[in-house]
Nanobody, 123 residues
């Protein structure tokens, strides 16, 4: 599976951005898809994940209620809608994939990774 993330940029606090991750190479529905982020000087952290059917969702406490993960199976794409952005959301965001029925929050459980897209939130 090859993953291509896009959609990052500079946004003021309180604004919105939508990240997209395009997947290619394998049947998309077999894969759990997730977003992680890494801020400067900090460890990579889990943001959100979605099961293969798009029904099961999991969010980090820090983004629940502000971010929404979804998947478009027709386009083999996973989206992360980020609303009410905060300074602490500034990070490089990575999409990841794992052929699995279970959803994991640990980055080490994911096999495939995209190249990352920078999100910068200014106050």
């Amino acid at each position: 599976v090859q993953l291509q993330a896009s959609g990052g940029g500079l946004m003021q606090a309180g604004g919105s951005l939508r990240l997209s991750c395009a997947a290619s190479g394998r049947p998309f529905s077999r894969y759990v898809m997730a977003w992680f982020r890494q801020a400067p000087g900090k460890e990579r952290e889990f943001v959100a994940a979605i099961g293969g059917s798009g029904v099961r969702l999991l969010y980090a406490d820090s983004v629940r209620g502000r971010f929404t993960i979804s998947r478009d199976s027709a386009k083999n794409t996973v989206l992360l809608q980020m609303n009410s952005l905060k300074d602490e959301d500034t990070a490089v965001y990575y999409c990841a994939a794992r052929q699995s029925a279970a959803i994991y929050t640990q980055g080490t459980m994911y096999t495939y990774w995209g190249q990352g897209t920078q999100v910068t939130v200014s106050s």
